[in-house]
């Protein structure tokens, strides 16, 4: 019986490549994001692509009451849940603390914190209930190092770092592996939401070779295929024109 994964934000970057290649190798999916038309189009695509079945939910993973109707929504299909990726999270603004927004601490917490929680623990129940289940949560190496005018989004990265070291301990026995993905530089649109600026956004990543979300992606599978004795509980990646969070060399 094929697999069923769980992930979020799948609408683009790490969580749609993650669909995609989770897809061709056999794993059912179930997709959620905002964007309810992208979601639409994904399935589409990638059950004409694969021989497998792709079910969408569109909801704001930073709503608690969203995460719990979600759940209500489709308690038969997480039935057979075995893998969930915690992917949905995002930056908002590089202003040092001090003069930061509030609504933009609020939106990263809620988002990268809360929402990864709620789901983690609503999806429980039915991870317990299958054999050899999986837990990915997709980090960031600010979640082990701090940068200037990253304070708050890295404390909510760490966060997940903490997270998962608990989690892992409270699943003790269980069967259940928790791995934490931490990327260095990714070309994705979290420079553009965290900038709000499409040009200031492409000086993100000018003059090197950033990861790919294909990248991360397979990082991800990799993880999964390893043997059920075999627990990845951390795993960071640099592109290798990056050597620290603040360190990139550039042509």
Known sequence: MAKLALITGATAGIGFSTAKLLAANGYNLLLTGRREERLRQIKQQLEAENSIQVHVDSFDISVRQECESFITRNKTTLEGLNVLVNNAGLAKGVDPIQSAKLDDWESMLDTNVKGLFFMTRLCLPFLEKSIGSHIINVSSVAGQWVYPGGGVYCSTKHAVSAFSQGLRMDLHGKGIRVTNICPGLVETEFSKVRLNDDIKAEEVYKGMSPLTPEDIA??????????????????????????????????
Not at 244 to 250: A, G, M, P, Q
């Open 218 to 251: 397979a990082s991800i599978l990799w993880s999964l295929q390893q043997p059920q004795h075999v627990n990845i509980q951390e795993m960071t990646i640099f592109p290798t024109d990056q050597a620290s969070v603040n360190l990139v060399h550039r042509t």
